[in-house]
């Protein structure tokens, strides 16, 4: 933590309801004491009805910028003075920077997900068939990310079935070099389409506290095929456990926390974190370094 706040200490942080669990301000001050930066950062409780209030907060009160988590992350695409073509085309924010007197919202999501995939997994997008479960933010986010490096296609498969329609509607205009297509959840049941996917994600809350999907059985997938879940908590969750049950590679979302931390650090201060640094204090406090280590990661 940075120890010499004076009155020229650059203030970052978060908004977000609830904020108390959140790692970010663990990772982002080891970043800026690592490098010798004189910032902040600190967590901002904002209840929804407030956002509009907080940023406008925020605005006046000179902060330099500050990453937003649920459940604000749709809701503050309105009320900043500009996006970047990203944040734009995910529809969500979870990065604003100030930039003179105006506030511009950013989207690392899609970034991070992409650098943990290929750091945690070794695993390259390009050419490569995805099997996608939700249509929410994330969802968005790992869309975009995935689309953008190049996926040739991605099967989507939602609870809702029309969220998932519009959810691929909305994206099939805008990348038409990949193959966008929707199924039940019920592919998990052991579906022998899972045989034609190289990489399944996890966007979903599933997985949370140790819930699972009905009847799931990931059997059919190649030995070369990855899973990766954006959960953390636990670190295996049911699908990871699934996975390796199968031989399966898989991966949580640890990386990928850590990887949108790191660019957004970039995006506001210029500077790249040290490497490596921001995941390692997380695997520290969610007591993960030791499967880490025993290689229930990745395999
Ligand atoms: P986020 O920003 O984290 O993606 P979100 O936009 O609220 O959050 O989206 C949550 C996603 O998780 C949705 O795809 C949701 O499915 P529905 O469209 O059917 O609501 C999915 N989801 C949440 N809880 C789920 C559950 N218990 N089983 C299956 N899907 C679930």
């Not at 140790?210 to 636990?234: E, K, N, R």
Request: charged share 20%.
């Amino acid at each position: 933590m940075n120890n010499n706040i004076t009155g020229k200490t650059g203030v970052l942080g978060i908004i977000g309801w609830p904020v108390a669990h959140s790692l970010s301000p663990l990772m982002q001050n080891a970043a800026c004491v690592a490098l010798g930066l004189d910032y902040v950062y600190v967590p901002f409780p904002v209840a929804p009805e407030n956002l509009r209030s907080a940023v406008d907060g925020l605005r006046v009160l000179g902060v330099a910028g500050f990453n937003v988590t649920i459940p604000h992350k749709e809701a503050i695409v309105g009320l900043l003075d500009g996006l970047t073509d990203e944040a734009r085309l995910i529809g969500a924010v979870n990065t604003v920077k100030r930039e003179g007197d105006r506030l511009i919202g950013h989207n690392t999501d899609a970034a991070g997900l992409i650098a943990s995939l290929q750091g945690d997994l070794g695993f390259d997008i390009e050419g490569r068939r995805v099997l996608l479960l939700g249509a929410g933010g994330a969802a968005r986010a790992a869309i975009v990310g995935l689309c953008r490096a190049g996926a040739a296609s991605v099967i989507v498969a939602n609870r809702t079935p029309e969220k998932a329609e519009r959810f691929v509607a909305d994206f099939r205009s805008v990348f038409s070099g990949a193959n966008l297509a929707l199924s039940p959840l019920d592919i998990l049941k052991g579906d022998q389409r899972l045989k034609g996917v190289d990489l399944l994600i996890n966007t979903t809350a599933v997985g949370l506290d140790g819930t699972t999907f009905d009847g799931l059985d990931l059997a059919p997938m190649a030995p070369c095929a990855c899973v990766y879940d954006m959960v953390y908590t636990p670190p295996l969750t049911p699908l990871l456990a699934e996975a390796r049950r199968n031989s399966l590679r898989f991966a949580n979302g640890v990386g990928m926390l850590a990887a949108q931390g790191e660019s957004a650090f970039s995006f506001w201060t210029g500077c790249e974190p040290p490497n490596g640094l921001m995941k390692s204090r997380l695997l520290a406090v969610l007591g993960s370094q030791d499967m880490l280590d025993n290689g229930l990661y990745s395999k």
